[in-house]
């Protein structure tokens, strides 16, 4: 038999699974609570008639609960389907609950109040943008940082981005923009090829000349080297070689004083051959008065 | 007995190779007692590194002498050399002519037939963190003919389509993670491919300690090192299609794409050729 004051007595004075005790309230974590705290009128263990609003997947629906099938748990819960039309579903429920208690129907039209609200805000919210989280794995991650940084090393990227301007430049795609004395040049192109050709293993005779030629080559050309580029910063292009650039254009020395190169980290890589021969490097001090101090 | 003997001789005068240096290292790892194994690991390591550099010195001196007979010079494996040819490599040099014939074909024809001038618009998300502006501010300076544009709630898609009624050609969305930019979005407008990239180490000019002011308006030269299967082709091609496809030499600017490992290194360059 089902008494609802004793069942209530126990559950509120000894213990209920359900309960929850906060600072100030009580809280009941009943599924089929109507209000969600816990007190005599709202505890669907303690009313053998009850009656309650639950969504599932966007449709609402009126679950009662009457003294005749206390006896039969699975069959305890009527559920009925409340129509998509909010004033309809209304009228479901006072159909539904038309001699119930009015707290028990008050409080599950205000259910149905805030559910259907909650759910426009659902579907409002799914037509927004929202971002997509996505999770990163952390081990892929890890792989992934130290393979770039591995590929960073194998790619010697300044390394190739000079030969391909190399490249370009003899093939001639920048025609007549940089004046560089031609027998220079050519002379220049010329042992960059014989290096080429020597680095490379043939089986062929003329191999032996090749070397002999590019020896004597090498010799005369003690004082002029390869046609590449260096990484010179603006203050030490003005000190040193300026002799040998007499043949460049004006314009070449003139736009070496902006910044040239942006390459990561270092700022200059001077290449030693650049100070092979005596240069005479010219220091000048410049005396400034001291600024007056001024005070703040 | 004699001959006996003789083996042990011979025995006694082999020269240490690098299995037992190897062995020496291995024994060292076990001793249970941490500063003697410690001293003893470096103390074969040590006397391994001696064997290999007389191994070398003995080895060029070899080659010195022998001059063109020498053996060919040892090189390390790498993952490049030891890589298995992908079916799919494209032949630079030759001419492989079902590429080509495909490459006429593809989105981007009409950017290599000089038809049209490059127009690309870059955004970010709703609301982009400093760096992921300031990188904004600095890809415009890269790419010739780029706007950057702040959306501020509005979809992809609404933006792609209405930048096509403006008549941009292409799409840069940059992404950030950690107010950090981290991942970019490019689309070539007019139905074109899309391609997703995840960014990392983004440096800024002041990282590098330059001024973004000294990239000036000149249009870049562009380098597509190392895109060698069909699809490196598609994805160099799509990002080679952002720039103007006239560059000015008297620029002295050069973007590079460059794939190693399958990872894209982008660097910009101003560049001065000296004849030394």
């Given at each position: 038999m089902q008494n609802d004051d004793v069942i209530w007595g126990i559950i509120n004075k000894s213990f209920c699974s359900f309960k929850v005790n906060t600072k100030t309230h009580k809280f009941c974590r009943n599924e089929f609570n109507l209000t969600g705290l816990c007190s005599r009128v709202s505890c669907p263990l303690a009313n053998s008639q009850y009656a309650t609003i639950r969504e599932e997947n966007g449709v609402c629906f009126l679950y009662m609960k009457t003294i005749e099938r206390a006896a039969f748990p699975s069959k305890l819960w009527e559920k009925v389907q409340l129509s998509r039309n909010f004033e309809k579903a209304v009228?479901?429920?006072?159909?539904?609950?038309?001699?119930?208690?009015?707290?028990?129907?008050?409080?599950?039209?205000?259910?149905?109040?805030?559910i259907t609200q909650y759910l426009i805000r659902m579907r409002k919210l799914r037509l927004k943008n929202t971002k997509k989280l996505v999770p990163l794995q952390r081990?892929?991650?890890?792989?992934?940082?130290?393979?770039?940084?591995?590929?960073?090393?194998?790619?010697?990227?300044?390394?190739?981005?000079?030969?391909?301007?190399?490249?370009?430049?003899?093939?001639?795609?920048?025609?007549?923009?940089?004046?560089?004395?031609?027998?220079?040049?050519?002379?220049?192109?010329?042992?960059?090829?014989?290096?080429?050709?020597?680095?490379e293993i043939e089986d062929e005779k003329e191999e032996d000349i090749d070397a002999e030629v590019e020896e004597e080559l090498e010799k005369d050309l003690e004082e002029e080297e390869e046609l590449e580029r260096v990484f010179v910063a603006a203050d030490d292009f003005a000190e040193s070689d300026v002799s040998d650039m007499e043949d460049m254009a004006e314009e070449d020395i003139e736009e070496s004083d902006e910044e040239e190169v942006d390459k990561p980290g270092t700022s200059r890589i001077l290449n030693k051959a650049t100070r092979s021969r005596g240069t005479v490097e010219i220091e000048y001090e410049m005396e400034t008065e001291p600024e007056p101090r001024v005070k703040a | 007995m004699s001959s006996e003997s003789e083996n042990e001789v011979d025995v006694k005068e082999e020269k240490p190779i690098l299995e037992d240096y190897n062995e020496l290292i291995r024994k060292a790892n076990k001793i249970p007692v941490k500063h003697k194994r410690r001293e003893e690991i470096r103390k074969a390591i040590r006397q391994?590194?001696?064997?290999?550099?007389?191994?070398?010195?003995?080895?060029?001196?070899?080659?010195?002498?022998?001059?063109?007979?020498?053996?060919?010079?040892?090189?390390p494996h790498t993952l490049e050399s030891l890589r298995e040819k992908d079916e799919t490599m494209v032949n630079h040099e030759g001419s492989d002519s079902e590429v080509e014939e495909d490459i006429k074909i593809d989105e981007f024809e009409s950017y290599f037939n000089q038809s049209y001038v490059p127009k690309v618009v870059i955004t970010s998300s709703a609301n982009p963190c400093l760096k992921t502006r300031?990188?904004?501010?600095?890809?415009?300076?890269?790419?010739?003919?780029?706007?950057?544009?702040?959306?501020?709630?509005?979809?992809?898609?609404?933006?792609?389509?209405?930048?096509?009624?403006?008549?941009?050609?292409?799409?840069?969305?940059?992404?950030?993670?950690?107010?950090?930019?981290?991942?970019?979005?490019?689309?070539?407008?007019?139905?074109?491919?899309?391609?997703?990239?995840?960014?990392?180490?983004?440096?800024?000019?002041?990282?590098?300690?330059?001024?973004?002011?000294?990239?000036?308006?000149?249009?870049?030269?562009?380098?597509?090192?190392?895109?060698?299967?069909?699809?490196?082709?598609?994805?160099?091609?799509?990002?080679g299609v952002l720039f103007h496809y006239d560059p000015q030499f008297k620029g002295r600017r050069v973007a590079t794409f460059h794939n190693q490992r399958d990872y894209i290194f982008f660097r910009h360059h101003r560049l001065v050729f000296l004849l030394m």
């Open positions: 009228a479901q429920i006072n159909e539904n609950l038309v001699f119930w208690p009015n707290y028990i129907r008050q409080k599950c039209k205000q259910r149905l109040v805030k081990k892929i991650e890890r792989r992934e940082r130290r393979r770039e940084q591995k590929a960073l090393i194998a790619a010697r990227i300044d390394n190739a981005i000079e030969e391909q301007l190399l490249d370009r430049l003899k093939q001639g795609v920048y025609g007549d923009i940089y004046n560089f004395p031609k027998l220079a040049f050519d002379k220049a192109l010329h042992d960059e090829e014989e290096d080429t050709d020597d680095e | 391994k590194k001696k064997l290999k550099k007389k191994d070398r010195d003995s080895r060029r001196k070899e080659a010195e002498a022998l001059g063109e007979d020498a053996p060919p010079k040892q090189v300031l990188f904004l501010k600095e890809l415009c300076q890269v790419i010739p003919n780029s706007t950057a544009f702040h959306r501020r709630q509005s979809a992809v898609k609404k933006m792609i389509s209405s930048s096509i009624e403006r008549g941009f050609t292409d799409v840069i969305v940059i992404n950030e993670h950690n107010k950090e930019p981290c991942s970019m979005l490019v689309t070539h407008l007019p139905t074109g491919p899309t391609a997703f990239f995840r960014l990392s180490n983004v440096k800024l000019t002041k990282h590098i300690k330059r001024d973004w002011r000294e990239i000036t308006s000149h249009r870049p030269e562009v380098i597509l090192n190392n895109f060698n299967t069909r699809l490196g082709v598609t994805i160099g091609r799509m990002l």
